[in-house]
Structure formats: C-alpha cells, structure tokens
C-alpha cells in the first residue's frame, strides 16, 4: 500500500523516540513506532510525503 499526500513532509530519522522516558505519557508521537510494529516493510521517500507499507498473508 501506498500513502502520500502534498504535504512537506518530515524526516522519519528526527523524530523522537516514543520509547523515551520523557515521551511515555505525551498523547501523540506513536504512530510510526505502531506502523512498524504491525507491517514487514515500512519506507519512506526520501522526502517524507510517500511511505510503502508491505504485510505479507
């Protein structure tokens, strides 16, 4: 599946970690880390606007 929008989109590498002491009781930011959890694959496009998730069945 491919998701993109128009967006500026964002480095996937800057963000902070959700696992982070710091970051446990913040109510966003889990996403990506949920997203990785449930695919095989997740890639993004170099800008940040296109990501491939792959789940094989």
Same mark, same amino acid.
């Given at each position: 599946?491919?998701?993109?929008?128009? #967006?500026? @989109?964002?480095?996937?590498?800057?963000?902070?970690?959700?696992?982070?002491?710091?970051?446990?009781?913040?109510? =966003? #930011?889990? @996403?990506?880390?949920?997203?990785?959890?449930?695919?095989?694959?997740?890639?993004?496009?170099?800008?940040?606007? =296109?990501?491939?998730?792959?789940?094989?069945?």
């Amino acid at each position: 599946m491919d998701i993109i929008d128009e #967006g500026l @989109g964002f480095n996937v590498d800057e963000l902070p970690d959700p696992t982070d002491p710091e970051s446990l009781l913040k109510l =966003h #930011g889990r @996403g990506i880390l949920i997203t990785r959890m449930y695919f095989d694959d997740v890639v993004y496009n170099g800008k940040g606007n =296109h990501v491939t998730i792959k789940k094989g069945f």
